[in-house]
Every structure is written in C-alpha cells, then in structure tokens.
C-alpha cells in the first residue's frame, strides 16, 4: 500500500504497517532492545549508517518507525521521528539545528511548558529565543531576527489562548531569513490542518492529546517535509552540511538528501539524550490513530454547539472559538481549518476567578485534570493551576486572562456535555 496516494481516512486505517504473507494483520508490538544479526559486518555497516536496519531500541524500532510512518504521512512528510512527549519533539526539533550561541524566534502565545523549555532551559544551554507576538505585522517580526538566528517556531492553534496562526505569513518570514518554519500541529491534527501545505518546514505534535485520544499514553513526534534546502544556506547549518565526526566524517545533507534533519535527528539527538517513545506506547497511540479522522469531526462539532450555547449565555462574560463568526480568528479559521479547529472552547464567567473557580466545581460530566484533547470532557483553570505562580499582570503577559477556562470538549452526546455546564452555571 502506497501511502501517500491514499486520502487522510485511509491512511489512518491502514497506514505504515504493510503485513506480508502470513504476518500479523494488526501491527505487532516488538518489544525487545536489541535485534540479532549473523555476523559482526553486518551489524558495523549499521552502526555506520551505511545500511538501514534495527540494532537498538534508542534508535529505531518496528512499532515506532510503523507509526512515525503513519503521521509522516498523514502531514504529508518524507520522515518522522517519534518521541516519549511533546517536551522532548518540541526540544530535538530546535535542538537537532541550533547549538549554544545560535537564537531562534518563537511565537509568544505559545504552550507555558514550550514557553519555560524556550526561555529558561534552552537559555542555560546557551540557546537564546526571542518571542513575538504572532499576530504583529511581518515587518515587525522580521526585525526579532539575527545573524545567528536558526529557526522560527509556533503553533497551529494556540494552547489555552486559541490563537490561529497565519501559516502563509509566517513561512515568509522564515523563509526571507534563511531558516525553516517549525509548527507544533498538536491543536489542529493533519485531519483538520496540513501546515506543510502552506509552507511549514517541519511540525510536531505532542501526540499525548488527539492522535492517542484517549489520555492512556504520553508522547510526541517530529515530522520533516524534506523541502528546507539546508545546503542553501549551509553555514547556517554545519550541523547538517559538514561532516559529522561522530559518525566517520558523514555529512548529512550529502547522504540522505531529504531524509537529512531526521536522520541527525535520530543518529545524533536520540542517541544521545534517548527521549523514546516504548513500542508499547507506539501500540497504543497507532490504536489512536486508526479514529483519529472519525474524532475530529465529533469533537469540533460538539465544541461549536457548545461555544455557541456559551456566546449566548447572559452569565457568560466572554467566549473564544474560532468557529464563532464574530472571533478575531474567525477568517483566518476558514482559511487554515476550513472542516473545524479543535474541541477546545476557552471563556469566562461574569465575576471572574472566583466564579470560574465555583462553576468548574459544580461539574459533573467534565473532569478537572491536567490533560486537555481527549475524548472525555475536561476542564483546567490555568490561573489556579499551570499557571498559579504566575501573578494576574504575568497571566496577561502570556495571554491567559485570569478568569480563563479552558474547556476541552469531548465526543460525548453534545446535550449532555451543555446541559452539564448549564446545571453547573445555575449554582
């Protein structure tokens, strides 16, 4: 089966394990470290990366590299890399390209545990980021770029604050500057939104929220479209256009042609800091996958019905979902996510964090937890909890307001979901 001319659905089905005669139909679970060859030859030309082949877990798997085949193909990619969260794909992506004294841009309104791993841990290793405001015209965030700068990062969707990234506007900054584009795709799924088609270089995705869908197992992905030309830009990047020592002088970019930035990422980060993901874990997100394209309709069409329900509601001080005709985001919504966004509706109640914090008690059907994009119902007040060192003129700064609920709708009868958020306003 030829991936790539198949639609989303059936790639979702039946993508990245082909089972040959007599094999399994379901994709096994190979769990075991290590792989056994004949003879010790064998096994250098694969330390030496001249053959492709298993030879240790840390660096490749069958289950995982089935999977990671799935969602590059899904995005419509050349090569994915699977890792043990969205943290470590958000890390490796910059990781495989910058090194101390290098800089990147990133879009503010980014993910808090993004935010912290950008500006606090990647400041100690020597890697600076500057960040600016997504929706600032190009010209001014063309001017947060430096001579050292490696890459420009955002995401599809903003998590809490929904923001919708003008994907177009961003590659053109990137690409007027020398560097690729990395989106985190995490919100909106390949279902809902294909950003290499419009001009991302390369996308992630903490595959611990709708690709698994089901809150079992925690896990992230990188996915490369193989169309960033590194060698035009090579002193940008000696990483991956000079020889690598490491690895008999090889030079990426020679060797794998499009499959370069996986490759190093794989060869080089993932044997060295080992983020993997277990194939037990790859198992059970590749479950995910098989409904991802049957979840995503359900779950935005329940979120709209649900945002609107919350616009229209006197006690109800304000609400955002891009679906909703009167959003900031709503244009570029149907540009980007023409078929729906995602299931999370962020709002606030008249009376503010008090009341939030009252109304989200008084639930029923939706959970307080951590987790957000799964097919239960769940809620966060992220000024109460991911958030509550932070003080309200901090809150602001990162674009979550202090009454803030972000509200993450599941695939469960939309009635049921309204009439629970309806019960729990009358208290």
Same mark, same amino acid.
């Given at each position: 089966?030829?991936?790539?001319?198949?639609?989303?659905?059936?790639?979702?089905?039946?993508?990245?394990?082909?089972?040959?005669?007599?094999?399994?139909?379901?994709?096994?679970?190979?769990?075991?470290?290590?792989?056994?060859?004949?003879?010790? !030859?064998?096994?250098?030309?694969?330390?030496?990366?001249?053959?492709?082949?298993?030879?240790?877990?840390r660096?490749?798997?069958?289950? *995982?590299?089935a %999977?990671?085949?799935?969602?590059? =193909?899904?995005?419509?990619?050349?090569?994915?890399?699977?890792? +043990?969260?969205?943290q470590? =794909?958000?890390?490796?992506?910059?990781?495989?390209?910058?090194?101390?004294?290098?800089?990147f841009?990133?879009?503010?309104? @980014?993910?808090?545990?993004t935010?912290?791993?950008?500006?606090?841990?990647?400041?100690?290793?020597?890697? !600076?980021?500057?960040?600016?405001?997504?929706?600032?015209?190009?010209? !001014?965030?063309?001017? =947060?770029?430096?001579?050292?700068?490696?890459?420009?990062?955002?995401?599809?969707?903003? *998590?809490?604050?929904?923001?919708?990234?003008?994907?177009?506007?961003?590659?053109?900054?990137?690409?007027?500057?020398?560097?690729?584009l990395?989106?985190?795709?995490?919100?909106?799924?390949?279902?809902?939104?294909?950003?290499?088609?419009?001009?991302?270089?390369i996308?992630?995705?903490?595959?611990?929220k709708?690709?698994?869908?089901? /809150?079992?197992?925690?896990?992230?992905?990188?996915?490369?479209?193989?169309?960033?030309?590194?060698?035009?830009?090579?002193?940008?990047?000696?990483?991956?256009?000079?020889?690598?020592?490491?690895?008999?002088?090889?030079?990426?970019?020679?060797?794998?042609?499009?499959?370069?930035? @996986?490759? $190093?990422?794989?060869a080089?980060?993932?044997r060295?800091?080992? +983020?993997?993901?277990?194939?037990?874990?790859?198992?059970?997100? *590749?479950?995910?996958?098989?409904?991802?394209?049957?979840?995503?309709?359900?779950?935005?069409?329940? =979120?709209? $019905?649900?945002?609107?329900?919350?616009h229209?509601?006197?006690?109800?001080?304000?609400?955002?979902?891009?679906?909703? $005709?009167?959003? $900031?985001?709503?244009?570029?919504?149907?540009?980007?996510?023409?078929?729906?966004?995602?299931?999370? %509706?962020?709002?606030?109640?008249?009376?503010?964090?008090?009341?939030?914090?009252?109304?989200?008690?008084?639930?029923?059907? /939706?959970?307080?937890?951590?987790?957000?994009a799964?097919?239960?119902?769940? %809620?966060?007040?992220?000024?109460?909890?991911?958030?509550?060192?932070?003080?309200?003129?901090?809150?602001?700064?990162?674009?979550? /307001?202090?009454?803030?609920?972000?509200? +993450?709708?599941?695939?469960?009868?939309?009635?049921?979901? @309204?009439?629970?958020?309806?019960?729990?306003?009358?208290?």
């Amino acid at each position: 089966m030829e991936n790539k001319s198949f639609s989303k659905e059936t790639i979702c089905v039946q993508g990245g394990w082909q089972p040959k005669k007599g094999e399994p139909r379901v994709l096994p679970i190979y769990q075991s470290t290590t792989f056994k060859y004949e003879t010790s !030859e064998q096994m250098a030309k694969l330390f030496d990366l001249e053959e492709s082949g298993y030879f240790y877990t840390r660096l490749q798997n069958p289950t *995982n590299d089935a %999977v990671a085949s799935k969602i590059a =193909a899904l995005e419509g990619g050349v090569a994915a890399m699977l890792t +043990s969260s969205g943290q470590a =794909a958000s890390f490796y992506a910059i990781f495989n390209i910058c090194s101390a004294g290098d800089h990147f841009v990133s879009a503010s309104t @980014i993910y808090g545990g993004t935010f912290n791993l950008f500006a606090v841990t990647m400041k100690k290793l020597g890697i !600076e980021v500057t960040f600016v405001d997504p929706d600032a015209p190009e010209e !001014e965030i063309a001017k =947060a770029f430096r001579p050292n700068t490696k890459a420009l990062f955002a995401e599809t969707i903003s *998590n809490p604050s929904l923001v919708v990234l003008d994907i177009e506007k961003f590659a053109r900054i990137a690409h007027s500057n020398g560097v690729p584009l990395i989106v985190d795709n995490t919100f909106a799924t390949p279902i809902n939104c294909r950003p290499f088609e419009w001009g991302a270089d390369i996308i992630i995705h903490s595959t611990t929220k709708y690709m698994d869908g089901h /809150a079992t197992n925690v896990g992230g992905v990188i996915v490369d479209s193989g169309n960033f030309d590194w060698d035009a830009h090579a002193d940008k990047f000696p990483g991956l256009t000079t020889p690598d020592e490491s690895y008999h002088g090889l030079t990426y970019t020679k060797k794998f042609g499009k499959g370069a930035y @996986i490759t $190093k990422a794989t060869a080089q980060v993932m044997r060295d800091l080992g +983020s993997i993901q277990s194939p037990q874990n790859a198992f059970l997100l *590749n479950l995910g996958l098989e409904t991802l394209h049957l979840r995503m309709p359900q779950h935005c069409k329940n =979120a709209q $019905k649900v945002a609107e329900y919350l616009h229209d509601n006197e006690k109800v001080a304000w609400v955002n979902y891009c679906g909703l $005709k009167d959003n $900031k985001y709503y244009e570029l919504g149907q540009k980007y996510l023409p078929n729906g966004s995602c299931g999370v %509706v962020t709002f606030g109640l008249k009376g503010g964090r008090d009341v939030s914090i009252k109304f989200m008690d008084n639930l029923q059907l /939706a959970a307080i937890v951590t987790h957000v994009a799964d097919a239960r119902t769940s %809620v966060l007040h992220p000024a109460s909890h991911t958030h509550r060192q932070l003080t309200d003129e901090q809150l602001i700064a990162a674009g979550v /307001a202090p009454d803030l609920i972000r509200f +993450s709708v599941g695939i469960e009868n939309v009635n049921d979901i @309204i009439a629970d958020i309806e019960q729990a306003l009358a208290k």
